[in-house]
């Protein structure tokens, strides 16, 4: 399988771009669950270390605390941005290999973003494509170095999948 290389800065710029991307949704899950700090925390775990004020180890349970979280919203749009929220927190654990599963893993957070995006909107496919390209214009050089050295992600059959691959697509151009 081959390898890619990811540095500690890509892996920080990856992170500050994902929670750049989750936290324009926070607000989706927050007013559902006002109580529920999980995913709030992701994001301001994801930052802390894109700005290297902590290690990765610490956002590993924030991730999983954050899509718990999504798993017990009970709304779409909701669900969405906590998990928008938790794959953020979780983009430093890229792996360096070469498969869909890392590119997917990249790309979940500006997707997820889409994804609660269109959902509040009442399926609005308009206001998902909006964010998409958003992710692409703030997505740092960084964001795109990585993504090119993985396999790009194929159409599939939803919407989330079908946002995914717009957005790999126009990161790689």
């Not at 399988?1 to 920080?12: G, K, N, W």
Request: hydrophobic share 45%; aromatic share 4%.
């Amino acid at each position: 399988m081959d390898q890619v290389t990811i540095s500690e800065e890509d892996r920080r710029q990856l992170g500050a771009w994902a929670a750049d991307c989750a936290e324009r949704v926070l607000p989706l899950f927050e007013a559902k669950a006002p109580a529920d700090t999980r995913p709030r925390e992701a994001v301001e775990g994801i930052r802390r270390y894109a700005r290297g004020e902590i290690p990765r180890g610490p956002l590993r349970p924030l991730a999983y605390a954050a899509l718990a979280a999504a798993r017990e919203a009970g709304e779409p749009a909701a669900t969405a941005a906590a998990r928008a929220a938790g794959y953020a927190a979780a983009t430093p654990y890229i792996h360096p290999l070469a498969t869909p599963h890392q590119s997917n893993h990249a790309l979940a957070p500006a997707v997820q973003t889409a994804r609660a995006s269109e959902l509040a909107a009442g399926g609005d496919t308009a206001v998902g494509d909006r964010e998409i390209s958003r992710a692409v214009e703030h997505a740092p050089a960084a964001v795109r170095g990585v993504l090119a050295q993985l396999p790009a992600c194929g159409p599939g059959r939803s919407r989330a999948e079908l946002l995914r691959h717009r957005l790999d697509a126009a990161l790689r151009d």
